[in-house]
T-cell receptor, first 113, second 110 residues
């Protein structure tokens, strides 16, 4: 079936550096999401993106975070600069319609040292 | 702030015995509830979505929603060892986001 692909599966960077997490959503999907899961904690919503715009973001979506999907390519989450508390698994998800259960990728584990 | 609580934290059942998982939510304003599962190191797999009180079946998975009691459950019929995973309840909030519970670790013993 259709899949959401996330690249890379694990990324290690030094605090203060910039990182870009890449997501290849299902090809005909229109709604895109990022969720964050700190080890041992609940999955939490970060942001939703539709028609080139952020539709909703949570308080976890700090000013250092940004998302984009230029020209229908990867849906990206950029963190600049990174902080230690950004260490987590970041899940990308996409859906065709609003209110439809999103399909999730396998996550990118980000380790900030 | 809306919250989702899951119970039990972990559950062990024998292969073929019904497994029942529970989820309570903080208010009755949502109109959509999802059950996902997550095998270790993998992404989330959607199992059942339910939008109105009553029952919704998808294969061996049946969700029951009772908004008056702020409760949704998942019953897994004839579970197999391959069903061993973390099961996550999620509540739709607003137009865009899902609020997840902390999960139930299900182990199915052969």
């Amino acid at each position: 079936g259709p899949k959401v692909l996330q690249i890379p599966s694990h990324q290690i960077i030094d605090m203060g550096q910039m990182v870009t997490l890449n997501c290849d959503p299902v090809s005909n999907h229109l709604y895109f999401y990022w969720y964050k899961q700190i080890l041992g904690q609940q999955m939490e919503f970060l942001v939703n993106f539709y028609n080139g715009k952020v539709m909703e973001k949570s308080k976890l979506f700090k000013d250092q975070f940004s998302v984009e999907r230029p020209d229908g390519s990867y849906f990206t989450l950029k963190i600049q600069p990174t902080a230690l508390e950004d260490s987590a698994v970041y899940f990308c998800a996409s859906s065709l319609r609003q209110g439809q259960a999103p399909l999730f990728g396998e996550g990118t584990r980000l380790s900030v040292l | 702030q809306q919250k989702v609580q899951q119970s039990p934290e972990s559950l062990t059942v024998s292969e073929g015995a019904m497994a029942s998982l529970n989820c309570t939510f903080s208010d009755g304003t949502s109109d959509n509830f999802r059950w996902y599962r997550q095998h270790s190191g993998k992404g989330l797999e959607v199992l059942v979505s339910i939008f109105s009180d009553g029952e919704k079946e998808e294969g061996r998975f049946t969700a029951h929603l009772n908004r008056a009691s702020l409760h949704v459950s998942l019953h897994i019929r004839e579970p197999q060892p391959s069903d061993s995973a973390v099961y996550l309840c999620a509540m739709g909030s607003g137009s865009w986001q899902l609020i997840f519970g902390s999960g139930t670790q299900l182990t199915v013993m052969p």
